[in-house]
């Protein structure tokens, strides 16, 4: 499976904004997806992931509250509702999958083998 995130930019804090995640291939009814994030000089910081249905979702400490994970399988897209960002949230942020058949999300959300170029959300104070 092929990914490609979009939707990042420049907002202030406070702000919202929608990350999307487009994926090609075939499959992706299967695959349990996540979106990882790297600020720079940090290491990549995982920040949501989702199940092959969607029914079962998992966030990072930083985010729960404030970020939303959803997937349409129809349309093989991912995204992340990100709601009251914050500086500290600027990253690069990428979405991820993996195929989850015969597996439970949290067996995979730390393995996963398919990764999107990412894009810049910058959050000003």
């Known amino acids: 499976v092929q990914l490609q995130a979009s939707g990042g930019g420049l907002v202030t804090a406070g702000g919202s904004l929608r990350l999307s995640c487009a994926a090609s291939?075939?499959?992706?009814?299967?695959?349990?997806l996540g979106w990882f994030r790297q600020a720079p000089g940090k290491e990549r910081e995982f920040v949501a992931a989702?199940?092959?249905?969607?029914?079962?979702?998992y966030y990072g400490d930083s985010v729960k509250g404030r970020f939303t994970i959803s997937r349409d399988n129809a349309k093989k897209m991912v995204y992340l509702q990100m709601n009251n960002l914050a500086p500290e949230d600027t990253a690069v942020y990428y979405c991820?999958?993996?195929?989850?058949?015969?597996?439970?999300?949290?067996?995979?959300?730390?393995?996963?083998?398919?990764w999107g170029k990412g894009t810049l959300v910058t959050v000003s104070s």
């Open positions: 291939g075939r499959g992706f009814s299967f695959y349990g």
């Open positions: 989702i199940n092959f249905s969607g029914g079962t979702t």
């Open positions: 991820a999958a993996a195929n989850q058949e015969g597996k439970r999300l949290y067996e995979v959300k730390d393995d996963m083998k398919y």
